[in-house]
Structure formats: C-alpha cells, structure tokens
C-alpha cells in the first residue's frame, strides 16, 4: 500500500513570496490533514478534511494560508505572502473516515516538506 | 487547557537499558492518547496509544502508563536497541471531536550501542 505522497519535500522562499505545498493520501482515505511542525516542537493542526469538506481550520491563519481539496482526494496548501515564521514543516495525513464516535482511526503522515522562508 | 506537556526534551540511554518518556495534560475530555515515533526526515508514525480505561498498555517492548486521577501518562521503553533512537511525540485527542491530535513538544532520545 503506498503512503502518503508530498511534493516538493524542500522549499526555499523569500519573505512574501507565495508557495503551495501538494499532498496525496492513501487511498480511500476519506479524512486529510494539514500540520505546521516548527522545529523543537510537535504537530500541529491547521486544517481538517473530510472529503471535500473542511471539519476544522481554527488553527489556520486564513490571512495568508488557504487549502482546498477537490474531487475529495488530492490537497494543496497554499501560503500568501510568507512570513519568516512560517519556516517549518509541513506535514500531510491521512485516514480513514469515523463511522462511531468510538472508534479511532489511525493519522498516516507523510515525510513532509520542509520550508525555509529567508 | 488544550496543551499536553511532555518531558524530558531529550534522553540518552545505554542499549538495553529503560527509556521512559513522561506526559501530562489538563483537559479531562481527552480520552485517546497515542505515541508517536518520527525519525528524521519523515513523518510521524504511530506507536502505540491507549484509552483511558486502563492503566497500562503494552506491545512488545513499549509500555504506556496512564494515570487517570493525575493526568499523566508515559510511554516505558524496555531494552533499548540504537535503532530506538528517534523523537518521540505524546498526543491527546477526543474521540467525539474531530480527531484533532494535540502534540507535546517531543523528546529526542539517543540510544548508545
């Protein structure tokens, strides 16, 4: 089963330049994520989908990020204008969509890309 | 209320000997907590999690210890090889929301052959 895919895996950017990062999930996986990873800490998150729909994006600086994900398969994160604390990773996951309330489904992240705003 | 403190930031043990990270947390609605293990250049994976139903939770050499009235859990690895050397991440997260994981800051463990 192949994983999650994301592209670039490095990015280099001025300040107030733009940049879109692209994330696959694994297959039938209903539920995507989008996560900031600063360097020295954890995860964390900015925007939830389900299928096309957004589930969570209280974190997401909608200033200056947006992400869309059509036809409910394939993502894009994008950043406009890049400030330099947005230097950080990047993570994409995914899983499988909840059927209960009960049940937890397992977040598949993929390698990340690393961004660098100078 | 959100946040899920983690220590200590980094570890160093001997092979073979215990590794023990430690968590806590405030918000009494979280009721999954998962382990994660990332190592570098990729992305965060599951280790093991536990809900908060029992104490104790262990598969193979990795044990999670969860201590409800405290609000605390740890994750105890046993016998530590080089290859367990890696950042480990807590996670808090409530099963009737989103499934939003809140991160703690990790803990960089280096395991000496």
């Known amino acids: 089963e192949a994983g999650v895919a994301q592209s670039p895996r490095y990015k280099i950017i001025e300040k107030r330049q733009s940049v879109a990062f692209w994330c696959n999930p694994i297959?039938?996986?209903?539920?995507l994520y989008w996560y900031q990873q600063i360097l020295g800490q954890g995860p964390k998150l900015l925007i939830q989908?389900?299928?096309?729909?957004?589930?969570?994006d209280s974190q997401l600086p909608k200033d200056r990020f947006s992400a869309e994900r059509l036809k409910g398969v394939d993502s894009t994160l994008k950043i406009q204008p890049a400030k330099l604390e947005d230097s950080a990773v990047y993570l994409c996951?995914?899983?499988?969509?909840?059927?209960?309330?009960?049940?937890?489904?397992?977040?598949?992240f993929g390698p990340g890309t690393r961004l660098t705003v100078t | 209320q959100q946040q899920v403190k983690q220590s200590p930031q980094s570890l160093i043990v001997q092979k073979g000997g215990i590794s023990i990270i430690n968590c806590a947390y405030e918000?009494?609605?979280?009721?999954?907590f998962p382990w994660y293990q990332q190592f570098p250049g990729k992305g965060p994976a599951l280790l093991i999690a536990?809900?908060?139903?029992?104490s104790e939770k262990k598969e193979g050499r990795f044990t999670i210890s969860f201590n409800k009235s405290a609000k605390q859990f740890s994750l105890h690895i046993m016998d530590s090889q080089p290859g367990d050397s890696a950042t480990y991440f807590c996670?808090?997260?409530?099963?009737?929301?989103?499934?939003?994981?809140?991160f703690g800051s990790g803990t960089r463990l280096l395991v000496r052959p």
């Open positions: 996951a995914s899983s499988l969509a909840r059927d209960s309330l009960s049940t937890y489904y397992e977040q598949y």
């Open positions: 297959s039938g996986h209903a539920t």
């Open positions: 989908f389900q299928n096309n729909g957004v589930v969570d």
């Open positions: 918000n009494t609605a979280f009721d999954y």
């Open positions: 536990i809900r908060p139903d029992v």
């Open positions: 996670a808090a997260s409530r099963m009737d929301s989103s499934y939003k994981l809140i």
